[in-house]
């Protein structure tokens, strides 16, 4: 199934926003929405063509979509951001009706005026609060306008900024999601030491999506297990944790060249391409692996594999 | 920028036909896309009306707030405990406004009655920080001004209940001073309006 979210505030786009859409296509999502009149951060400024470029390829791939409201919105079906003056103006994929949206908004003011107590709400335990009043519900408002923007798009979910992921958490009580599975995945980043992905090319990118179905797959189980009370002190940073253990394991065992031929020739390969210098998967081949149950277990790990041998060794597969 | 509205009821529209002439500027912010206007010094002439604006469409947060200030909220209201009970956590509560009155019942003519709310060790990296900030009370010929700073207020959602409350303050303090009428001089940094309710508004008209 294909999974597309909406990155929230994507008005502003710099080096970390390009991070962030690749740890979500990468790991988790299949396509994310950005805003069409999105704006190069000033911190990135001086990278900006190079910034305009990766989007621009990244969209290309299909990994990134550009939305609009309609009145950015040309008789070209393209965008613009008054900012600059129109000087840039890019296409827009996914366009928000107006005539739907305000129908939209006027459901959402109704929720939030059920709901505008939680606007205030606070980590269990902590000291009474005192209410600024009006920015809380302010910021509760945006939130729950991104939920319907991204509704209107039709989009299956949102990519949030820690910011906003941490406003959205405290307002709604870690309810797990799209956050859990992107807090997990930057804890795995972390462990793995990778740092950034925006070094992967194009190409590396498309080779990993290959991998990232098996990976979804187990981080799926482990939203599920929150969701289902399975678990209730399960944690993005023990899941990545009980990840990081099991993928260590594994990728230990493949190291050593000890494995048969009858694992499935397309995941040989994969492995074999994933962990393994060519002069290595020259000189064993097929006939270094052995055990088909663990090329099944080895599957969801794949994706790591990849990331680890691209991100640390830059040179290979560009 | 300056705006003069008679009331609030009538004052919201004209602040918010001030998102229409191109002036505001679009920044994309944290909780997303808005216009802004850098500094707007609204004068409210007629504070005593404390009426809402047709179609203004949050007239719980009118209540919400004037709790906040007057009535049962006080107690949780960060605004309120700088205003009323500054330092009372670590001491003796200093009433800012009430000793405020004091001083202009010993002397009218005072340009001292000042209060401020900001602190910024706890405000400066706060993700609510307080608002507004500060602000002043003058007795001049028999009518009470009360200036108000506020460092940033959302037109659409934030404007009307915050106002409103402020006017019924100024009307409270020029009643206790025996002042004929009062006027309500708020200033703001941040004038803005959320991309969405732009939206909304332009919308409806």
Not at chain 1, 108 to 114: A, G, I, L
Not at chain 1, 149 to 154: D, P, R, T, V, W
Not at chain 1, 250 to 266: C, H, K, M
Not at chain 2, 125 to 141: E, L
Request: glycine share 8%; net charge neutral; hydrophobic share 40%.
């Amino acid at each position: 199934m294909q999974r597309s979210l909406t990155m929230l505030d994507s008005g502003l786009v710099g080096h970390r926003t390009i991070d962030r859409l690749l740890q979500a296509v990468i790991f988790f999502a299949d396509s994310i929405a950005i805003r069409s009149s999105y704006e190069v951060a000033a911190v990135d400024r001086a990278d900006a063509r190079l910034i305009e470029r990766r989007i621009d390829e990244l969209r290309e791939q299909g990994f990134v979509k550009l939305w609009a409201h309609e009145y950015e919105v040309d008789d070209a079906g393209r965008a613009g951001n008054p900012t600059d003056g129109d000087a840039v103006r890019r296409p827009a994929d996914l366009v928000v009706p107006a005539s739907t949206l305000g129908v939209s908004l006027g459901e959402m003011d109704e929720v939030m005026r059920s709901i505008r107590e939680s606007a205030y709400g606070r980590e269990p335990g902590e000291r009474s609060p005192l209410r600024q009043g009006t920015a809380e519900i302010v910021g509760l408002r945006n939130h729950l306008a991104s939920l319907v923007i991204s509704a209107e798009l039709n989009q299956d979910g949102m990519l949030t900024n820690p910011a906003v992921r941490t406003a959205l958490t405290s307002t709604f009580r870690a309810r797990p999601g799209e956050g859990f599975q992107a807090a997990v995945v930057r804890e795995v980043i972390g462990q793995l030491q990778l740092g950034s992905l925006v070094n992967l090319t194009a190409e590396q990118v498309e080779t990993c999506r290959r991998f990232s179905a098996d990976f979804r797959t187990l981080l799926d189980q482990s939203v599920v297990a929150v969701a289902r009370g399975l678990d209730p002190v399960i944690s993005p940073e023990n899941t990545a944790r009980e990840l990081m253990t099991r993928y260590r394991a594994i990728s230990t065992e493949y190291a050593l060249p000890r494995l048969g031929p009858q694992v499935g020739g397309e995941i040989v390969w994969d492995v074999l391409g994933a962990t393994l210098p060519p002069s290595i998967v020259l000189k064993y081949g097929v006939k270094a692996f052995t055990w088909r149950k663990i090329a099944k277990e080895v599957r969801p790990y794949l994706l790591l594999m990849h990331l680890e041998r691209a991100l640390r060794q830059p040179e290979v597969g560009r | 920028m300056e705006l003069t509205i008679e009331t609030v009821r009538t004052g919201w529209q004209q602040a918010l036909d001030l998102f229409q002439g191109g002036q505001a500027v679009r920044i994309a912010t944290r909780h997303g896309i808005s216009f802004d206007l850098p500094g707007l010094t609204v004068r409210l002439t007629n504070p005593s009306d404390l009426s809402a604006p047709e179609g203004y469409p949050y007239p719980e947060l009118i209540k919400d707030y004037r709790d906040r200030l007057f009535g049962n909220q006080r107690g949780r209201s960060l605004l309120f405990q700088r205003m009323r009970r500054w330092g009372g956590d670590e001491g003796e509560a200093f009433d800012q406004i009430g000793r405020i009155v004091d001083l202009l019942r010993r002397d009218p003519t005072s340009r001292s009655a000042v209060f401020s709310t900001w602190s910024p060790p706890s405000d400066l990296n706060a993700p609510f920080p307080v608002s507004p900030v500060g602000g002043a009370v003058r007795v001049v010929a028999d009518t009470l001004h009360l200036f108000v700073t506020a460092r940033s207020v959302d037109v659409w959602v934030g404007f009307v209940p915050e106002l409103l409350a402020f006017a019924q303050l100024a009307s409270d303090l020029s009643q206790e001073l025996g002042m004929r009428r009062s006027t309500v001089s708020y200033q703001c940094w941040s004038a803005h309006i959320y991309e969405v309710d732009l939206l909304s508004y332009l919308t409806r008209r």
